[in-house]
């Protein structure tokens, strides 16, 4: 076994994950699609969640840049189509992944495209909407008020939403089910430890 | 400063772990309230012997006032009290008593007898009523303090000088001379007396102002109530040389950004002059005081409309009026809680208790469709409407009573009409003695003409027309832990649903977003299930009939 995931990164995602769970379902709450908390309830958690993960994103962002591993996400423009004949061929067939993690390289091309759209495009949508949503009275009236409206930014808020419930479907199946052995990806992220090529279970070439 | 404090104590909060709410502050003693021991007056009315009576009519009474405060009367005629006429300086619209219509008795043309009871004035009677008589003021009804001092419903603003019984009930006459003696401050009990009777009875034109009032509970008018700050209405609308402050014809809306209990007198009665424009703690977000930008203190604070336990009017169809019983005498049927709901003199009515109220744009200025207007009888006709909208600074979301109405018109010149509806003794035109419309508007529309309401003639052809009013709401201000919750506003179908130009989170939405968003996660959830139940079919088949090994339930 070898460590692919520092712990700063088993901690980071799975706060992550708690609190875009947690915004993601106040967040529906708020959207009125279901009543549990109250509204106003449902909007102080939102807020403090909100707060919470810019908190983290924060450290994160520092994180990334000091260590380098920014560069994980970058998409590299190739492979991802065999990735995609893989999952949708391959992974029937039995089939090796046609990408093998380490240590520099821990996603595969496709990964790396969506992990890229949801940190460039979901994520800072929901959040930069978010917060124009929450500071709406200290813009409304300015010269911000001309381009955006308060239902403008709730659009994107809410179609960010929904395009992050997408990727988290996706990638919860992917991650959580697609490894070898099935849990592998799952185990990994919680352990910070995978298996080295050829030592957990053999893959058919 | 304020805008960078609230981010900073919302991070704050999150480094000190997070607090979900705000904790609730201590109630603030509240200045200006009568809950402190009262200071007495400086003057024993019952050692004057001006005031020693006896006292035949109320003039003698108001003469006795007059020698030592001198300048009452004139004060007193120059108020809304006495002239019932205001100068809208928005819409240049002459108002007032004497000058708007309504959709419950409509107008005082015609009516002075009955409408006057509640002038604060005697012998308002006719349209010669000599507006400068100072002995005509009537001081008691607003400075008693012994509530023996009653007005006569159809007394043109007298008392009952002798017992008198109308309409089953009895009125005592007052000792005047008694009253004289122990008069003091105004209260709830002597505005009430008029203001809480609106519309001919108690709760019937006002949904937030009614008897329950006299002494509530803390749950009804956080304000008013003993067990609150025990306020009279002067507390707010606080009066100086007769003259007080707030009106529904142009109310007036001043806009601050300082702290709770900020202390703005002369901008009673608006909710800011004590409690500042940004009265709610904080807490994470700030998004109450936010809220106050938009929507008025008392869209939230008057949760709903006629709490008191008393229903109020909403419905007033005068076309149904005139069916007599079958022993040809008047019909009067009442609903459970003893509301008339059909009476052969007034039509039909309907009746709402403890209900949201309607909900618009407000600037503060309201606009009147007066009796001289040409009106679209083939639509709702608008009353008055608050003026004001989303686009507008300064407008902001009121609550409103909104009485809908069928009423006589002139369907020969599509005006508004006044009909006469009280009569004397001999007064046969009147509605309430000859039923007979026609004669109702000729004669209501003369006296209309006589006190100067309108130049506009009555064409001879009427007919009744759909209308509604609005009214603000203002009072039975609810203890802050009832208002109206976030919830209640902000879920589908919320309060503010019909409001333009607004978008409120949790009501409103985008429908084609929505559409291709829910969609794309259904198809998405589609796919993974039937993927991830192909690969486990797959799975299966090869563990028992493809005859690959268990080690291969990787894929």
């Known amino acids: ?205 | 400063m304020k805008r960078i404090c609230w981010i900073l104590s919302a991070l704050l909060a999150l480094s000190a772990g997070p607090a979900l709410a705000a904790e609730a502050p201590a109630e603030p003693p509240i200045p200006g309230a009568s809950n402190e021991e009262p200071v007495g007056s400086t003057a024993d009315h019952s050692q004057f012997g001006v005031l020693e009576g006896p006292f035949e009519t109320g003039q003698e009474v108001t003469q006795a006032c007059l020698t030592c405060h001198t300048e009452a009367a004139e004060q007193v005629q120059s108020s809304i009290h006495w002239t019932w006429t205001y100068q809208q300086p928005a819409t240049q619209q002459t108002l007032g008593k004497r000058y708007v219509v309504n959709n419950l008795c409509i107008g005082v043309a015609g009516n002075y007898q009955r409408c006057s009871s509640c002038h604060v004035g005697y012998g308002w009677d006719d349209s010669d009523f000599d507006f400068s008589a100072e002995e005509r003021v009537d001081c008691l009804v607003c400075h008693d303090t012994t509530g023996e001092y009653v007005k006569l419903p159809t007394g043109a603003g007298h008392p009952p000088y002798e017992d008198t019984e109308l309409h089953g009930k009895r009125f005592e006459a007052p000792d005047l001379a008694h009253v004289a003696q122990n008069v003091g401050e105004t209260s709830r009990e002597t505005c009430g007396s008029c203001h809480f009777e609106g519309g001919g009875g108690d709760a019937v034109k006002h949904g937030d102002l009614d008897s329950s009032l006299l002494d509530a509970p803390r749950s009804l008018d956080v304000h008013m109530s003993p067990e609150g700050g025990d306020f009279s209405c002067s507390d707010c609308h606080t009066f100086s040389g007769h003259i007080q402050r707030g009106s529904r014809y142009h109310v007036s809306m001043p806009d601050y950004e300082d702290s709770p209990l900020a202390a703005h007198p002369h901008d009673k009665p608006a909710c800011v002059a004590c409690h500042g424009g940004e009265p709610h703690e904080p807490g994470l977000h700030d998004k109450l005081n936010a809220h106050g930008d938009l929507i008025a203190c008392q869209t939230c604070h008057v949760p709903e409309i006629a709490r008191g336990g008393l229903s109020t009017k909403t419905r007033w169809d005068w076309s149904d009026a005139g069916r007599m019983g079958a022993d040809g005498e008047r019909i009067v049927e009442r609903n459970e809680q003893g509301r008339p709901v059909y009476d052969t003199m007034k039509g039909s009515f309907a009746w709402r208790e403890d209900y949201p109220p309607t909900y618009r744009w407000f600037n503060g200025e309201v606009s009147y469709t007066l009796v001289g207007d040409t009106i679209d009888p083939d639509t709702e006709v608008p009353l008055n409407r608050p003026l004001g909208g989303p686009d507008e600074a300064g407008s902001k979301i009121w609550p409103f009573k909104v009485i809908y109405g069928r009423q006589p018109y002139d369907a020969g010149n599509d005006h508004l009409v006044v009909p006469k509806l009280f009569g004397s003794e001999g007064e046969d035109a009147a509605y309430w003695r000859s039923y007979d419309w026609d004669r109702a508007i000729r004669a209501g529309m003369a006296e209309a003409q006589a006190i100067g309401q309108t130049d506009a003639g009555y064409s001879g052809d009427y007919g009744f027309v759909d209308t509604r009013m609005y009214w603000p709401v203002n009072h039975m201000v609810a203890p802050a832990e009832e208002s109206v919750a976030c919830g209640e506003c902000h879920s589908p179908g919320g309060r503010m649903a019909g409001v333009a130009g607004v978008y409120v989170p949790g009501q409103d939405g985008h429908p084609l977003i929505e559409r291709l968003g829910w969609a794309a996660v259904w198809l998405t959830l589609l796919a993974v299930l039937f993927h991830g139940g192909l690969r486990y079919y797959l799975y299966r088949y090869q563990r028992h009939g493809g005859g690959h090994s268990e080690a291969e339930r990787g894929s």
């Open chain 1, 1 to 205: 076994m070898i460590r692919i995931f520092t712990r700063f990164e088993v901690f980071w995602h799975w706060t992550q994950a708690a609190l875009i769970f947690g915004l993601l379902f106040t967040g529906l709450e708020l959207h009125g699609s279901y009543a549990l908390l109250g509204f106003g309830q449902a909007f102080a958690v939102h807020i403090v969640l909100a707060w919470a993960l810019i908190a983290l994103w924060a450290f994160a962002i520092f994180w990334h840049l000091t260590t380098g591993e920014w560069r994980q996400y970058v998409p590299t423009g190739t492979g991802v189509a065999r990735m995609a004949a893989y999952y949708a061929y391959g992974i029937f067939s039995g089939e090796a992944k046609p990408f093998v993690k380490t240590r520099s390289a821990k996603h595969n091309p496709l990964q790396r495209l969506a992990y890229f759209a949801f940190k460039a495009a979901i994520a800072p949508a929901l959040w930069i909407s978010g917060l124009l949503l929450l500071s709406y009275n200290y813009w409304d009236g300015t010269w911000l008020s001309g381009p955006l409206s308060l239902a403008a930014v709730a659009g994107v808020h809410v179609t960010a939403a929904l395009a992050l419930i997408v990727f988290l479907i996706a990638h919860v199946y992917m991650a959580a089910t697609t490894g070898s052995p099935w849990y592998e990806y799952l185990r990994a992220m919680v352990t910070g430890y995978d298996c080295e090529e050829g030592e957990c279970l053999p893959r058919r070439r």
